[in-house]
């Protein structure tokens, strides 16, 4: 099964979580929704927007709290009770809080001034 997350090279947080994710979870590949491989799977809007990971999981796209309840399915058994904790919250309200997060995500968590060097150990995740 092909499992790709796509993020915002730019921003602190997702960054974080793409560490989370590749320290974690070797079979995952992530890339920015910035690069090449995204301009291939994701639709321009989604790419030009920033605002949403975007998780490309068997040729399905799935975006914010869908996204990261997928991508916590997803790894290992030990991140399960995460993922059905959060599915006893409403898709709408999971969805409203993703977006006040990313809405804030600049300011509280900053952002870089270009997309992240990759260590020689995080090259073998992330796709250009």
Known sequence: MEKIVFFDGHC???????????????????????????????????????SSVV???????????????????????AYRPIYWSSMVLPEQLVNWLYDQVAEKRYKVFGQRSQCRILSS??????LP
């Open 12 to 50: 602190n947080l997702c960054n974080g979580f793409i560490d989370f994710i590749v320290s974690t979870q070797p079979d995952f590949s992530v890339a920015t929704l910035q690069g090449k491989t995204a301009q291939g799977l994701v639709p321009e809007e989604l790419r030009r927007e920033l």
């Open 121 to 126: 150990s995080e090259q073998n995740y992330f």
């Open 55 to 77: 998780y490309f999981r068997s040729g399905e796209i799935f975006l914010k709290g869908q996204a990261v309840r997928k991508i916590l399915k997803d790894l290992s058994l």
